[in-house]
């Protein structure tokens, strides 16, 4: 499944990057889609069999974020 991670900041956005990027969780950072309010401009677009993998994850890493949506189509329903 895909999913979506935003953030209150670009800073903290791309420190996840940069955690994700030495993790086996597929993912790129991408603008921050226009159908979903955040603060910042960036977020994380990845791939995933299991969310609690992913939840499980940026408990671990201390991943700042403010949602994590999964992508259904063209849209994002919030976890």
Same mark, same amino acid.
Do not use: W
């Given at each position: ?12 956005? /791309? *420190? ?8 086996? #969780?597929?993912?790129? +950072? ?5 159908? =979903? ?10 791939? /995933? *069999? ?8 940026? #408990?671990?890493?201390? +991943? ?5 949506? =999964?992508?259904?189509?063209?849209l994002?329903?919030?976890?």
């Amino acid at each position: 499944m895909n999913f979506l991670i935003t953030f209150q900041s670009s800073h903290h956005a /791309i *420190e996840a990057n940069k955690k994700f990027i030495k993790s086996e #969780i597929s993912c790129e +950072i991408v603008p921050t889609p226009r159908q =979903i309010s955040s603060e910042c401009g960036f977020a994380i677009l990845g791939e /995933i *069999e299991d969310i609690s993998v992913l939840q499980e994850f940026n #408990i671990k890493n201390k +991943i700042k974020h403010d949602n994590i949506y =999964i992508k259904k189509g063209e849209l994002y329903e919030e976890c």
